[in-house]
């Protein structure tokens, strides 16, 4: 697999990636469960505070068939 990220940054390629193998099937429970907190990490300030999450967007990946 072959990922890229448009902005650059690095934080959202594992999202990507995990996203991607639990769309494709390739991700059995104890592996899903063991990457949870890379699937969506939290994003904090310098304070320390949770401002938000790294997550793909919804409906992705749309995967479809090849014809």
């Given at each position: 697999?072959?990922?890229?990220?448009?902005?650059?940054?690095?934080?959202?390629?594992?999202v990507?990636?995990?996203?991607?193998?639990?769309?494709?099937?390739?991700?059995?429970?104890?592996?899903?469960?063991?990457?949870?907190?890379?699937?969506?990490?939290?994003?904090?300030?310098?304070?320390?505070?949770?401002?938000?999450?790294?997550?793909?967007?919804?409906?992705?990946?749309?995967?479809?068939?090849?014809?």
């Amino acid at each position: 697999l072959v990922l890229k990220v448009e902005d650059g940054a690095g934080r959202a390629a594992p999202v990507a990636l995990i996203a991607l193998l639990r769309a494709l099937g390739a991700l059995d429970a104890r592996s899903a469960a063991a990457l949870a907190g890379r699937a969506q990490p939290e994003l904090r300030n310098h304070a320390g505070v949770v401002v938000g999450r790294v997550e793909p967007a919804v409906g992705w990946p749309a995967l479809r068939q090849r014809s």
